[in-house]
Nanobody
Framework: QVQLVESGGGLVQPGGSLRLSCAAS????????MGWFRQAPGKEREFVAA????????YYPDSVKGRFTISRDNAKNTVYLQMNSLKPEDTAVYYC?????????????????WGQGTQVTVSS
């Protein structure tokens, strides 16, 4: 089992920045590929960022590429999502997810463990 707890969400103005954190406990964090997803009201959960278990490779959809950066600190059992140049359309509940594997993963069904989510609201 892996337990995931997100933090760092909040209200930010358009153009602002936030850094989300996801603290993991349970199974060995360094064996887990990690991902971030988001879900806006009335919409499906969508992929935001993914990183391999060692942190060497990451992947983003075009909607956030160049604005969001995923990183991890395996010594602290934590994965981060740095979000810059935020837009109102980035408003959503953000979830981190974990999966044992050697690559990065972009589909919700590929992940085994999920956090409870943290709300991000981008508004003036």
């Amino acid at each position: 089992q892996v337990q995931l707890v997100e933090s760092g969400g909040g209200l930010v103005q358009p153009g602002g920045s936030l850094r989300l954190s996801c603290a993991a406990s349970g199974r060995t964090f360094s064996s887990q590929a990690m991902g971030w997803f988001r879900q806006a009201p009335g919409k499906e959960r969508e992929f935001v960022a993914a990183i391999t278990r060692g942190g060497a490779r990451s992947y983003y959809p075009d909607s956030v590429k160049g604005r969001f950066t995923i990183s991890r600190d395996n010594a602290k059992n934590t994965v981060y999502l740095q979000m810059n140049s935020l837009k109102p359309e980035d408003t959503a509940v953000y979830y981190c997810a974990a999966k044992s594997g050697n690559y990065y993963y972009i589909r919700t069904y590929e992940y085994d463990y999920w956090g409870q989510g943290t709300q991000v609201t981008v508004s003036s």
